[in-house]
């Protein structure tokens, strides 16, 4: 399904949206990929502008980012695919199958990390400094590629009671696995996307206030530990 029914019962809004944006004959530009790939160039360009900063290249820490997405591309796969093994192990060729969906973030997390670090290691690069610039370039890509989900209709919450509930025509509770269910859900992708770009703002705000921006930073890992900080409790506030 390629066009959606979307409500917002309590503020008086009602649409159709389409996961295309772009349709060229039997060429398709989907708004998912698009999103990801407009907060891909958005990372790369925070890394070229702070990369010095941290004594980075730029260049070999490029090399590091585009294997680190292949890796990670593969991990998301693996990861999707092993908790529902019970399927692949008699469809395995639909591992392959990536078009289709199914992938998990936190094997893209793991898998882009185990890449970037063999490259870093084979051109001698600190990695520590590496995850400081990486770290906030994924947290952009995050909360803008959350918005490929509401084009998507998918990364709903349970039901809600608040003002910016939203229903439609096949949006159903996660934890109810009734896609026929016309209650209000809360928009979880917008909340995550909210919270990662304060995320961003909290510690960009952090390092221009508390740093000589005059000389290059020290790898002290406070990129590293306010990300790894606040994503779990951003996750567990959103699910629980």
Request: with cysteine; aromatic share 16%.
């Amino acid at each position: 399904m390629e066009n959606f029914h979307v409500q917002f019962p309590n503020l008086g809004w009602e649409f159709d949206i389409s996961r295309v944006a772009i349709s060229l004959g039997s060429f398709k530009v989907y708004w998912y990929g698009l999103i990801i790939a407009t907060g891909l160039m958005l990372a790369i360009l925070y890394a070229y502008k702070t990369a010095p900063r941290f004594q980075l290249n730029f260049n070999k820490l490029m090399n590091c980012v585009f294997v680190g997405l292949v890796t990670g591309i593969i991990g998301a796969r693996l990861y999707f695919c092993i908790f529902k093994w019970d399927y692949y192990f008699t469809h395995p060729i639909e591992i392959f199958y990536i078009h289709e969906g199914g992938l998990a973030i936190y094997g893209g997390i793991i898998g882009a990390i185990a890449g970037g670090l063999v490259v870093a290691k084979i051109q001698k690069m600190r990695f520590l400094p590496i995850l400081d610039v990486v770290m906030i370039g994924f947290l952009i890509g995050q909360g803008l590629g959350r918005w490929g989900n509401f084009f998507n209709q998918e990364a709903f919450g349970g039901n809600t009671t608040l003002p910016w509930g939203m229903t439609g025509n096949i949006i159903g509770s996660p934890y109810e696995f009734d896609m026929g269910d016309k209650s209000k859900k809360f928009p979880l992708f917008s909340e995550d996307s909210q919270f990662t770009d304060d995320t961003v703002m909290t510690i960009a705000v952090a390092n221009w206030l508390l740093q000589d921006r005059s000389k290059p930073l020290p790898s002290r890992g406070d990129t590293r530990a306010l990300s790894g900080s606040l994503l779990p409790l951003m996750h567990c506030h959103l699910l629980y």
